[in-house]
């Protein structure tokens, strides 16, 4: 089963809006990780958030984490056209030797 | 930097053919993955390796073998194909140490079953 899965499962709004996507889990982690996905391209790290931070930020990226409510959301502000991607959040497993996507949500910025 | 390269990037196969997917990276990482994606499924771990010389099982085990017998490559061996794994294969790597970290991905294989 899958630890992750994020929510909306596609996300359509326009250029210069704010994009957000949420992951829920559900077993305890050490850490969370969200990747983006072009189409037809390999997954590119974004951000990586530990158990013990609650929010994080890397250029327009705004990265929350819930413990308690085993969830995670992902903010894109002032999004472009070049956002659209699809974007995955992941969690590790196995005392972190392995990780566990979510089914992804795709977001598209329309020009 | 190369970083993970996959090859071949396009494969079709009769059901019953056999292939091996190979995955190098130049990083030096202790850790690498073979996933697949398909349709609404996200990523799911077929299998992996902590180091030179070892492998684990993932979710999605059957109907895979693999092999890593050089710390840079980590091969993925289809035995006798079939329809259900027409799919896009990717290999990822990432550092040894802690919880987690980092993963680079390759570009990814598809692999078509007829």
């Known amino acids: 089963s899958q630890q992750g899965e994020e929510d909306p499962q596609a996300l359509s709004i326009q250029e210069g809006e704010n994009a957000t996507m949420n992951c829920s889990y559900k077993t305890s982690i050490n850490n969370l990780q969200w990747y983006r996905q072009n189409s037809g391209r390999g997954l590119v790290h974004l951000i990586l958030i530990r158990s013990n931070e609650r929010e994080k930020h890397s250029g327009r990226l705004r990265v929350t984490l819930d413990t308690s409510k085993k969830s995670s959301s992902l903010l894109i502000t002032a999004s472009r056209a070049a956002d659209t991607a699809s974007y995955f959040c992941?969690?590790?497993?196995?005392?972190?030797?392995?990780?566990?996507f979510g089914p992804g949500t795709r977001l598209s910025v329309l020009p | 930097n190369a970083g993970v390269t996959q090859t071949p990037k396009f494969r079709v196969l009769k059901t019953g053919q056999s292939m091996t997917l190979l995955c190098a990276q130049d990083?030096?990482?202790?850790?690498m993955y073979w996933y697949r994606q398909d349709p609404g499924m996200g990523l799911r771990l077929i299998h992996y390796?902590?180091?030179?010389?070892?492998?684990a099982k993932g979710e999605v085990p059957d109907g895979y073998n693999v092999s890593r017998l050089k710390k840079q490559n980590f091969l993925l061996g289809l035995e006798s194909a079939a329809p259900s794994q027409t799919s896009v294969y990717f290999c990822?790597?990432?550092?040894?140490?802690?919880?987690?970290?980092?993963?680079?991905f390759g570009e990814g294989s598809r692999l078509t079953v007829l």
């Open positions: 990083m030096n990482h202790e850790y």
């Open positions: 992941a969690t590790d497993a196995n005392y972190g030797q392995n990780f566990v």
């Open positions: 390796s902590v180091g030179e010389g070892t492998t």
């Open positions: 990822a790597s990432r550092t040894s140490g802690g919880f987690g970290g980092e993963l680079f």
